[in-house]
């Protein structure tokens, strides 16, 4: 009864490579998020999205793309993968689409992408 | 744009100590703070959040928000060794915006 979760939990390839995360939540939350975190513990937020809006933050590299099949599902692709692209991705989810959100975040358990 | 800092640590506090992490926010106008919890290896997980109108106290967790000097912190009162983990501050933007994070080591 997992409320968000991540596969695959270890990634590991080569540049160059395409591949895809796909997280998945059974909270009914409105809005799902990606956030990456760099080897520094950072944690940035890469895109929120809900059934009628995409948000990316601008200094995400448009080989990045989410996609949504539906409200509980948000894939990340990413093309060409890159050294730099090394890090924990996780998926995150929450119950407001509004952009002042009053409630935290439920974040899956990171999927650690190893990029060769 | 929003911007959280933190001190980075590590904080070091003996076993029973008060542990406090503070957290500078940039905008004036947040209403709301959250402070997540961050095992090494695992998702962050949130344990305090508070609004703009009040500290708040949660068994040995306490938030308090001063918003003249546009800072948050957490006290943790009798520090235990199973506190030692990463604490992040939190505010919201387009999506919760997070600083990078005080790495708290508590010792036995």
């Known amino acids: 009864d997992t409320a968000v979760s991540q596969t695959p939990k270890y990634l590991v390839t080569q540049m160059g490579n395409d591949k895809s995360i796909k997280c998945e939540q059974n909270l009914g939350h409105d809005t799902m998020y990606w956030y990456k975190q760099d080897s520094k513990k950072f944690l940035k937020i890469m895109f929120s999205?809900?059934?009628?809006?995409?948000?990316i933050n601008e200094t995400v590299p448009n080989r990045f793309s989410p996609k949504s099949p539906d409200k509980a599902h948000l894939n990340l692709h990413i093309n060409s993968l890159e050294l730099g692209d090394s890090a924990v991705y996780f998926c995150?989810?929450?119950?407001?689409?509004?952009?002042?959100?009053?409630?935290?975040?439920?974040f899956g358990s990171g999927t650690r992408l190893t990029v060769v | 744009q929003k911007e959280v800092e933190q001190n980075s640590g590590p904080l070091s506090v003996p076993e029973g100590a008060i542990a406090s992490l503070n957290c500078t926010y940039s905008?004036?106008?947040?209403?709301?703070f959250f402070w997540y919890r961050q095992y090494s290896g695992k998702s962050p997980e949130l344990i305090m959040f508070i609004y703009s109108n009040g500290d708040k106290e949660d068994g040995r967790f306490t938030a308090q928000l001063n918003k003249a000097s546009q800072y948050v912190s957490l006290l943790i009162r009798d520090s235990q060794p199973s506190d030692s983990a990463t604490y992040l501050c939190a505010v919201p933007g387009t999506a919760l915006i997070f600083g990078k994070g005080t790495t708290l080591s508590v010792s036995s």
């Open positions: 999205y809900n059934n009628k809006e995409l948000i």
């Open positions: 905008d004036r106008g947040s209403q709301s």
């Open positions: 995150a989810s929450s119950p407001l689409s509004k952009r002042q959100s009053h409630y935290g975040y439920t």
